[in-house]
């Protein structure tokens, strides 16, 4: 019989590290958060190789002591655990710092060279200790300021296995640039500073100061125009055990992106990536982006630390709610809150790229035919009288009825009333399809087609057809699908939700699901495909308490989609001023008309100033 032994020391390391070191920016991770729980407000990292050769963080928090950092080498001893949290009666649950396990130095320590220098603050020296794959290597005073520098070298350099797992150091860079962007978004009252080290020098790739307004320090890590491009969120509902609190940024639909990378989530200050959030984010933009595109936001959730479990995961990126259906809920109910706050906004200014190709009009003589004097035009004067002789042929029309006719109704004033509409007085329409409306502070192309098909979608909202949409059709013969048993498990457990769809479906044996009705606008759906297309989005979203799967929602929504689009006005439709202006009133007053049922803008404003930049007045 095998004999059961106690692992080496060392080799428990290496396990340990597999667990929470598996790339330079896990380590990286753990080493910003343990400088942001000393209490640091300021923290700078510097990068060799993508972190491959060098990662080094540099902090000035409280520091510690010889004794201290002998301790912070050992496994599972950690400052961050308050005696009231330890014992059988304590709750370890209600933790409140980044880390907490005390695995993460003994853990890098195993798997690459350590160097630790540490000052308290009003201590005489710091401290320095070297551990190399294991191996202590020096333990000796150290001169540095109050706070701690951590270097990590030659990571896996011992262990090939796994070094040759590693990425590319460009692919490693950016990881860890991710890393520290996440944690400083994070923490708008710490400075935060990222080098990178290379054959060219010194680069610094990140420098923000401390105690920036949480809208500037997003901006300033996802994308400047985001500030412009965007809603702030604030929203709170009370708990059983406190207050849960919802604050960010969240884009506009029209601001989007093809992948969800810009998507940025943090439960009580921690980066998560939780697919029960990225689901609500979803949800929240599901009728206002096409499905290939993304939202761009920030979310920050703060509830009482009773209803959210951070020790699901080492890395501790995965979280588990207490009540899940209500924080999805709350995030989707604060989303969309927050958007119809702003929703009648559209991106921003017209497209650079298009401004671009404005072109002047050219200076001097233009070969052509000649062309009445703008005299005539405005006096009546017969035009061929004043011209010189031209030969036998000499033209003898009237200027004013010769010149092209526009259908435009004369241009009138821009009353006082029209500082109230944010979209302007209608001035008439381009290519039958843009309508050309004038603002008291710029110029409005507002898109008839998309504009209109965003309003009759909100009309049938409101007239119920969505809930007609969601009615059941009962089949004559109910459809019997196989599928997985865990498959089956998941439809069973979101059957409730999905049958207020008016998807009715229940267990039919082991691994087979009965199909008895289905929403009136898919009946002529595939039972077996909608069932496993909904099995998987489940899966990779979770169960949505309203609509049981995120996709059913999706599917309906899109069956109102297209009976707007059919139902709208027409690009190439002749509109009269009068229709135009109606058009524009209503998009003031109605939600989401910033943008059209696929997430592009139904309008864009050219500013006055962009105007006059045009003519070269500015």
């Not at 692919?171 to 640039?177: F, G, M, V």
């Not at 949480?214 to 996802?222: F, G, H, Q, S, Y």
């Not at 439960?267 to 982006?289: F, H, I, Q, T, W």
């Not at 979209?423 to 898109?447: M, P, W």
Request: proline content about 6%.
């Amino acid at each position: 019989m095998p004999e059961i032994r106690r692992l080496p020391s060392a080799l428990v390391n290496r396990i340990a590290a597999g667990e929470v070191v598996e790339r330079p920016a896990a380590a990286l991770k753990e080493l910003v958060e343990n400088a942001i729980d000393a209490g640091a407000r300021r923290i700078g990292v510097v990068l060799a190789e993508g972190g491959l050769q060098r990662i080094e963080v540099v902090d000035d928090g409280c520091g510690m002591g010889p004794d201290g950092m002998a301790l912070a080498l050992e496994r599972h001893a950690t400052s961050k655990l308050p005696d009231s949290l330890i014992g059988p009666d304590g709750a370890i649950e209600l933790v409140t710092t980044l880390g907490f396990r005390g695995e993460a130095l003994p853990s890098i320590a195993s798997v690459a060279r350590l160097t630790i220098e540490s000052r308290e603050a009003g201590a005489a020296e710091g401290w320095r200790r070297v551990v190399d794959h294991g191996a202590v290597l020096a333990d000796e005073p150290a001169a540095l300021p109050p706070g701690t520098r951590v270097r990590v070298e030659d990571l896996f350099a011992k262990v090939p296995a796994r070094r040759k797992f590693l990425r590319t150091a460009r692919s490693e860079y950016a990881a860890c640039l991710d890393v520290v962007r996440r944690l400083a978004m994070a923490r708008p009252d710490i400075a935060f500073t990222l080098e990178t080290v290379g054959d060219a020098g010194k680069r610094t790739v990140l420098s923000l100061q401390a105690d920036e307004a949480l809208a500037t320090r997003v901006a300033r890590i996802i994308a400047h125009e985001l500030k412009d491009n965007s809603v702030a969120i604030s929203q709170e509902r009370d708990t059983p055990y406190g207050m849960m609190r919802l604050t960010g940024l969240a884009g506009l639909p029209t601001y989007n992106r093809g992948v969800a990378d810009h998507q940025y989530l943090f439960v009580n200050g921690r980066p998560v990536k939780d697919r029960l959030l990225v689901g609500a984010v979803r949800g929240a933009y599901a009728d206002m982006l096409a499905r290939d595109r993304h939202a761009v936001l920030a979310l920050f959730l703060d509830l009482p630390p009773q209803d959210v479990d951070v020790n699901v995961h080492p890395a501790k990126t995965e979280v588990r709610f207490r009540d899940s259906a209500g924080v999805r809920g709350f995030i989707v109910s604060g989303l969309r809150q927050a958007l119809a706050t702003g929703d009648r906004r559209s991106a921003q200014g017209p497209d650079r790229a298009a401004m671009a190709r404005w072109q002047a009009e050219p200076v001097g003589p233009t070969p052509g035919p000649i062309t009445p004097t703008l005299e005539s035009i405005f006096t009546g004067r017969d035009w061929s009288a004043s011209q010189p002789h031209l030969g036998e042929a000499r033209p003898t029309w009237n200027a004013p009825l010769a010149q092209p006719q526009g259908r435009a109704e004369e241009a009138a004033p821009v009353p006082a009333e029209a500082q109230q509409y944010p979209l302007g007085i209608a001035r008439g329409q381009v290519a039958n399809t843009y309508i050309v409306a004038e603002s008291a502070d710029g110029l409005v192309l507002v898109d008839q087609h998309a504009a209109h098909e965003r309003l009759v979608l909100e009309r049938l909202r409101a007239a119920g057809a969505e809930e007609a949409n969601r009615r059941s059709q009962a089949l004559l013969v109910p459809d019997v699908v196989e599928l997985d048993e865990v498959d089956c498990d998941l439809l069973e457990d979101a059957a409730e939700g999905l049958a207020r769809y008016g998807l009715v479906i229940e267990r039919f044996g082991p691994s087979a699901m009965l199909v008895r009705a289905v929403p009136a606008a898919i009946a002529k759906a595939d039972s077996a495909k909608l069932l496993r297309d909904l099995a998987d989005d489940i899966a990779k979203h979770g169960k949505q308490e309203d609509s049981g799967a995120l996709l059913l929602a999706e599917r309906l929504e899109l069956v109102l989609a297209t009976m707007a689009c059919h139902g709208s006005v027409r690009a190439g439709r002749t509109l009269s001023v009068a229709e135009m202006n109606a058009l524009l009133r209503e998009m003031e007053a109605t939600p989401r008309s910033g943008q059209c049922n696929h997430g592009r803008p139904t309008w864009v404003k050219l500013s006055m100033e962009d105007v006059e930049k045009l003519f070269g007045r500015h």
